[in-house]
């Protein structure tokens, strides 16, 4: 469903421990970071699990016209038959993305191995080597998909 920012307090309540880790390297705290994203985000969607906000996710503008891609959810994403249905309805949300910007592309923290395995899973490309980003000068792997032609 399209995000709205009543279900931001509920997301950054329950925010999975690397979601918040990665949005403190970067400088921020879990509900402000959700605010920002939501407020600039040319797309954003919430996904719910029996009326309970699990993640929000959506796109900004980028650096030249890429699109910004993000995505902060609760530790109810850690549930097997919740990551199941989040899967099977990401990739349709990345596609809506690359219909508003050609090219997706943003940062994430080289200890996220779950983000970066879910990121490559989507056909996103991981760029090496990694680089100090954000405010704790930490390294992040720039990730990146194009849309085909």
């Given amino acids: 469903m399209?995000?709205?920012?009543?279900?931001?307090p509920a997301i950054a309540r329950n925010?999975?421990?690397a979601d918040v880790h990665?949005?403190?390297l970067l400088g921020w705290a879990s509900e402000p970071a959700l605010r920002i994203s939501l407020r600039t985000s040319?797309?954003?969607w919430t996904g719910l699990v029996d009326g309970i906000p699990?993640?929000?996710f959506g796109v900004c503008d980028?650096?030249?016209g890429e699109g910004k891609p993000w995505m902060l959810g609760t530790s109810k994403l850690d549930d097997p038959v919740?990551?199941?249905?989040?899967?099977?309805?990401?990739k349709k949300q990345v596609e809506i993305m690359l219909n508003l910007r050609s090219v997706l592309?943003?940062?994430v923290s080289i200890e996220n191995d779950r983000a970066i395995k879910w990121l490559s899973w989507l056909g996103f490309d991981i760029i090496h080597p990694s680089f100090t980003w954000g405010a704790r000068r930490k390294p992040f792997y720039r990730f990146e998909l194009r849309r085909k032609s």
């Fill in 42 to 44: 040319l797309a954003a």
């Fill in 22 to 24: 990665e949005i403190q």
């Fill in 105 to 107: 592309a943003n940062y």
């Fill in 2 to 8: 399209p995000a709205l920012p009543e279900h931001i």
């Fill in 54 to 56: 699990v993640c929000m």
């Fill in 62 to 64: 980028g650096e030249m």
């Fill in 82 to 90: 919740t990551a199941i249905i989040f899967l099977r309805r990401c």
């Fill in 15 to 17: 925010m999975r421990d």
